[in-house]
């Protein structure tokens, strides 16, 4: 595995890199921009395998618990609080994926859409508001139902 390729607490985003050779590009705290011959779903699984589960199990247990079925978020690690979430289905290849944590608010200016970090970086993305807003609030109620401690 490739130590710069790994998803970790400082990951804020993961993109598709439309290269020949890279798949995706992740996007660090630190503003920088890592491209990995792995797809996003090959980062995502080895990020949920590092910590015990597997992506498959973790989508399963947001969806059985949630009743999330489509553009369910990602429980990579509560103990971390690294949760994600895409903004189309996954199942396309120009899926981004957000992590929470990272974000600091959306905003929406002459027809475009864009996600400002907390470390004050902006992406733009290719979805509406509304899609943003309803993913991270599926994602922080993830987040509080798999963080509190059961009775």
Same mark, same amino acid.
């Given at each position: 595995?490739?130590?710069?390729?790994? @998803?970790?607490?400082?990951? $804020? #985003?993961?993109?598709?890199?439309?290269?020949? +050779?890279?798949?995706?590009?992740?996007?660090?705290?630190?503003? =920088?921009? $890592? &491209?990995?011959?792995?797809?996003?779903? /090959? &980062? %995502?699984?080895? #990020?949920?395998?590092?910590?015990?589960?597997?992506?498959?199990?973790?989508?399963?247990?947001?969806?059985? =618990?949630? *009743?999330?079925?489509?553009?369910?978020?990602?429980? @990579?690690? /509560?103990?971390?609080? +690294?949760? #994600?979430? !895409? $903004?189309?289905?996954?199942?396309?290849?120009?899926? @981004?994926?957000?992590?929470?944590?990272?974000?600091? *608010?959306?905003?929406?200016? *002459?027809?475009?859409?864009?996600?400002?970090?907390?470390?004050?970086?902006?992406?733009?993305? !290719?979805?509406?508001?509304?899609? %943003? $807003?309803? /993913?991270?609030?599926?994602? %922080?109620?993830?987040?509080?139902?798999?963080? %509190?401690?059961?009775?």
């Amino acid at each position: 595995m490739n130590k710069k390729d790994v @998803i970790t607490k400082s990951t $804020i #985003a993961l993109l598709p890199a439309f290269h020949e +050779i890279y798949q995706t590009e992740l996007v660090m705290e630190s503003g =920088e921009k $890592i &491209l990995s011959s792995k797809s996003v779903k /090959q &980062l %995502l699984e080895e #990020a949920c395998l590092v910590r015990g589960s597997s992506y498959d199990g973790r989508i399963k247990s947001v969806r059985s =618990e949630l *009743n999330y079925h489509r553009k369910t978020p990602l429980m @990579i690690c /509560q103990h971390d609080h +690294i949760f #994600a979430f !895409p $903004i189309m289905s996954p199942s396309r290849y120009t899926c @981004i994926w957000l992590f929470t944590h990272h974000i600091h *608010n959306f905003v929406h200016e *002459n027809g475009k859409t864009a996600v400002t970090f907390k470390n004050g970086l902006e992406l733009e993305v !290719p979805c509406s508001m509304a899609i %943003l $807003i309803r /993913q991270r609030e599926k994602t %922080l109620t993830a987040m509080y139902h798999f963080m %509190l401690p059961k009775r």
